[in-house]
């Protein structure tokens, strides 16, 4: 089983940033990719960010090109996401994903991921 624990959300002013942190549980950390989604009320839940198991490869989704951007540390098994010139449009409920793979795949489908976290809210206000 794997367990994926988000952190850092909260309320910031339009223009402002934050860093949400994913640390996932076992040994297995280095055979994931990872990936960010976020889900507003009354939305889907869409995708933000994806990186692959090497770490070398990542993609983003158009909305957040240039302001987020995601990295992994293998030693603390944490997946992060760094986000600056937050807009209002950016609140939401975060989540991080995470499934097995291998070398720079990576993934931006909400069905290609396996395990979920529970949710960090970000609200940023205008």
């Known amino acids: 089983q794997v367990q994926l624990d988000e952190s850092g959300g909260g309320l910031v002013q339009a223009g402002g940033s934050l860093r949400l942190s994913c640390a996932a549980s076992?040994?297995?950390?280095?055979?994931?990719?990872m990936g960010w989604f976020r889900q507003a009320p009354g939305k889907e839940r869409e995708f933000v960010a994806a990186?692959?198991?090497?770490?070398?490869?990542?993609y983003y989704a158009d909305s957040v090109e240039g302001r987020f951007t995601i990295s992994r540390d293998s030693a603390k098994n944490t997946v992060y996401l760094q986000m600056i010139s937050l807009k209002p449009e950016d609140t939401a409920v975060y989540y991080c994903a995470a499934r097995y793979s291998y070398g720079s795949n990576f993934y931006f489908r909400v069905y290609e991921y396996a395990y979920w976290g529970q949710g960090t809210q970000v609200t940023v206000s205008s």
């Open positions: 990186i692959g198991v090497s770490g070398d490869s990542t």
């Open positions: 076992g040994r297995t950390f280095r055979s994931f990719a």
